[in-house]
């Protein structure tokens, strides 16, 4: 059984930072893709970032793209995600999420999530 461990959300004013880490434990990381979703409330989970399993290969949606980086730490077993410049539209609850399969942008191929962490941007 895979566990994920998101942290370090919060509040933040506009153009600010935030860094989220995601701790993950139950099977072997550096096997998995890990992806940071998110979710506004009344709208669907949206992609944000994903990192492959070497770390060297990054994506990431239009709408952060120059703003968030993804890392990862196999000997860790943590993921980060690194926000800078934030909008108030980033406000969102921030997941998580670990898969072996190839698409990388479709939550639905996601095996495993945390719990989420949020984060709250005011203008």
């Known amino acids: 059984q895979v566990r994920l461990v998101e942290s370090g959300g919060g509040s933040v004013q506009a153009v600010g930072s935030l860094r989220l880490s995601c701790a993950a434990s139950?099977?072997?990381?550096?096997?998995?893709?890990m992806g940071w979703f998110r979710q506004a409330p009344g709208n669907e989970r949206e992609f944000v970032a994903a990192?492959?399993?070497?770390?060297?290969?990054?994506y990431y949606a239009d709408s952060v793209k120059g703003r968030f980086t993804i890392s990862r730490d196999n000997a860790g077993n943590t993921v980060s995600l690194h926000m800078n410049s934030l909008k108030p539209e980033d406000t969102a609850v921030y997941y998580c999420?670990?898969?072996?399969?190839?698409?990388?942008?479709?939550?639905?191929?996601?095996?495993?999530w945390g719990q989420g962490t949020q984060v709250t941007v005011s203008a």
């Open positions: 999420a670990a898969h072996r399969g190839n698409d990388v942008v479709t939550a639905l191929q996601y095996d495993y």
């Open positions: 990192i492959s399993r070497s770390g060297f290969g990054t």
């Open positions: 139950g099977r072997a990381f550096s096997d998995d893709r």
